[in-house]
């Protein structure tokens, strides 16, 4: 049996502003800013005549406490130099365009008996809502500042007292507030009302992002310049090296990995580094350790053509791994070869050959790292080792990349737990995705190939949007598998934009900095002339 309460329920609610709501907010706005600067009933009465689905007002039991007012407008006008009564029409919202990419915060008040109830905070979310649902750019107004006449004296200057509101250096009550709820200041607006003495006239320009258009910060298209994908979905194989009699039968066991993820409609197959020395057991030659490396890239054009021919065949992005390709100089890299379901290929060399890689099989690094543009998207490839680097993982997503694709081979589970715990970091301080492949088994005879560890995963950062341990999948150790995960990019659009934590824009370009060049080649002068 129900009971109800007998008890008065008070009932707050945002709702969609209405003529009959005008002298309430005639009252409201004259109590917020004297008789004399209210809004008159023309003004509310054109605002709501010229974009009414913009006007929303907070009614508690009844009575109107809260009034939000906005219109679109051109990004051109929104950005540049204005006051209140030039952007507003003088405060009808005349300059309202139907065609506008962005949302113009003309007013909100809130009834100063009702502060506390997070009545201004609704009404945030309720023009953030509607940004969203216009697919609008973002929300652009001028803010106010009202303890900035009171601490003039100590600042100096508006720009000194913004600086030290943003900082966290000073309370301004509605300049914190706005930073609060994800607005960002993008400069000063002079004499924006200039009867509003306790901000001396100025207006925080102030500006809000759309989460889920995918072009803030500059979030990138696919190839072609065409829109990417709200979701992706990977495919990592977690393969099992064996004794095999001929290329053909390495080819079979490739291209039967490949069907599977192309079975289940992924658009990104991962396979592991090193995958190919399994082509040495097919004539199981005792041979020094650098004559076995070398002997394995006579294999480079047939491994080559078998991952073209499978991306295009399957309709399917294939990461194939990684194998040890001859230079023309005669050095020998450990080589990604990402081929695209388009027909093109794409090569990365591991930059950081390992301790062993380089005294055993006596390979060496490259020197570039690339983002690739896919349909999907662009991504960035990091072969095993380069993943404890986190410079190679920044400079991939400054390129654009939203998804890292690490090959891995390592033998025992420190080794391994070293590139999982690197691929989830790199994840959390880039916001994005890491997929990581391994292999498992063994090979009998081949130097620095007898044991593997591998536990594959398909990491994302750690925020609510994602998986809860930031683990999209994750494999048994050390058995033959193959994983899916379905990736949104719309969630890494709002992450990078408005999560929890904003790593990407919070970086402190003005403490350091990251320079990329080539072997050999010197870095770019400072402007003083230093390196």
Not at 260 to 283: C, G, M, R
Request: aromatic share 10%; hydrophobic share 35%; net charge negative.
């Amino acid at each position: 049996m129900t009971k109800t309460n007998s008890r008065t329920k008070h009932h707050l609610m945002v709702r969609q502003a209405q003529l009959s709501d005008v002298s309430q907010l005639v009252e409201l706005t004259a109590l917020i800013y004297t008789p004399d600067w209210g809004h008159s009933p023309e003004m509310l009465r054109g605002q709501q005549a010229h974009f009414p689905e913009g006007q929303f007002v907070a009614e508690y039991d009844g009575r109107i406490v809260g009034y939000c007012s906005t219109f679109r407008i051109d990004e051109a006008s929104a950005m540049a130099p204005h006051t209140w009564t030039e952007i507003t029409g003088g405060g009808f919202g005349s300059r309202h365009d139907p065609e506008g990419d962005w949302l113009y915060g003309m007013e909100v008040v809130v009834h100063p008996d009702m502060r506390g109830m997070r009545i201004g905070q609704r009404l945030y979310t309720a023009r953030k809502n509607l940004c969203k649902e216009l697919k609008l750019r973002g929300i652009v107004f001028g803010g106010r500042m009202p303890g900035l006449a009171k601490a003039i004296k100590r600042y100096s200057s508006a720009e000194n007292y913004v600086q030290a509101v943003t900082e966290g250096r000073r309370r301004d009550q509605t300049l914190s507030f706005q930073l609060r709820n994800g607005f960002e200041v993008i400069g000063l607006l002079h004499d924006y009302v200039p009867t509003d003495h306790e901000s001396l006239g100025y207006a925080t320009h102030m500006v809000w992002r759309n989460p889920e258009l995918h072009d803030h910060p500059d979030m990138p298209h696919a190839s072609g310049g065409l829109p990417m994908p709200s979701t992706v979905r990977v495919a990592s194989v977690q393969y099992q090296q064996r004794r095999i009699t001929s290329f053909e039968e390495f080819a079979q066991q490739v291209e039967y990995f490949t069907d599977i993820a192309a079975d289940y409609h992924a658009d990104f197959v991962t396979f592991p580094e090193l995958i190919t020395l399994q082509l040495l057991s097919i004539e199981n030659e005792e041979l020094s350790p650098n004559d076995t490396i070398r002997r394995l890239s006579e294999w480079t054009p047939q491994v080559r053509d078998l991952f073209a021919r499978l991306a295009v065949r399957y309709n399917i992005n294939i990461i194939g791994g990684s194998h040890p390709t001859r230079q023309d100089d005669g050095d020998i890299h450990n080589v990604c070869y990402i081929c695209l379901r388009d027909g093109t290929m794409h090569e990365q060399e591991k930059l950081h050959p390992t301790p062993s890689e380089r005294n055993v099989w006596g390979i060496t690094g490259g020197d570039t790292a690339s983002m690739i543009q896919t349909d999907c998207g662009p991504i960035g490839v990091m072969i095993c080792y380069d993943s404890e680097f986190p410079e190679v993982a920044r400079h991939l997503i400054d390129q654009g990349a939203l998804m890292l694709f690490v090959p891995f081979c390592t033998d025992v589970r420190e080794g391994y737990l070293r590139v999982r715990y690197s691929c989830q970091a790199r994840a959390i301080e880039n916001q994005c995705y890491v997929v990581m492949s391994g292999n498992v088994g063994n090979l009998p005879g081949v130097y620095n190939f007898d044991i593997q560890y591998g536990q594959s995963c398909i990491l994302t950062p750690c925020d609510f949007p994602f998986a809860r341990d930031g683990v999209a999948a994750d494999s048994t150790p050390n058995i033959e598998t193959v994983l899916f995960a379905d990736l949104s990019l719309d969630n890494i659009a709002r992450a990078r934009n408005s999560g929890t934590v904003t790593n990407l824009k919070d970086r402190r370009y003005d403490l350091y900095e990251t320079r990329w060049r080539r072997r050999g080649k010197p870095q770019s002068q400072a402007p003083d002339g230093t390196h």
